[in-house]
Nanobody, 124 residues
Framework: QVQLVESGGGLVQAGGSLRLSCAAS????????MGWFRQCPGKEREFVAA????????YYTDSVKGRFTISRDNARNTVYLQMNSLKPEDTAVYYC?????????????????WGQGTQVTVSS
């Protein structure tokens, strides 16, 4: 069992930055692949970024490449999403998720554990 708690969301102007954190509890965090997803009202949850259990492999959706960076600190049981050059279209609730697979997973159905989400609002 893995419990996830996101933090770091907020209101920021376009072009600004935010860093989201996801604190995990549970013995198997270091062996889990992790991901970030986001959801806007009335839309399906979409994949943002994923990271392997080791942290050496990462994968991003095209719309955030070069602007967002996913990382993890297994000693702190925490995964991060650094978001730079934010755009109004990045506005969403951001969710952290853990998968039993150690690899890179973009499909939400493959994730087993989810956080409660944190709101990110980017004003123009």
């Amino acid at each position: 069992q893995v419990q996830l708690v996101e933090s770091g969301g907020g209101l920021v102007q376009a072009g600004g930055s935010l860093r989201l954190s996801c604190a995990a509890s549970g013995r198997t965090f270091s062996s889990n692949g992790m991901g970030w997803f986001r959801q806007c009202p009335g839309k399906e949850r979409e994949f943002v970024a994923a990271i392997t259990w080791s942290g050496f492999g990462t994968y991003y959706t095209d719309s955030v490449k070069g602007r967002f960076t996913i990382s993890r600190d297994n000693a702190r049981n925490t995964v991060y999403l650094q978001m730079n050059s934010l755009k109004p279209e990045d506005t969403a609730v951001y969710y952290c998720a853990a998968t039993a697979s150690p690899g890179l997973i973009a499909l939400s159905a493959r994730y087993d554990y989810w956080g409660q989400g944190t709101q990110v609002t980017v004003s123009s």
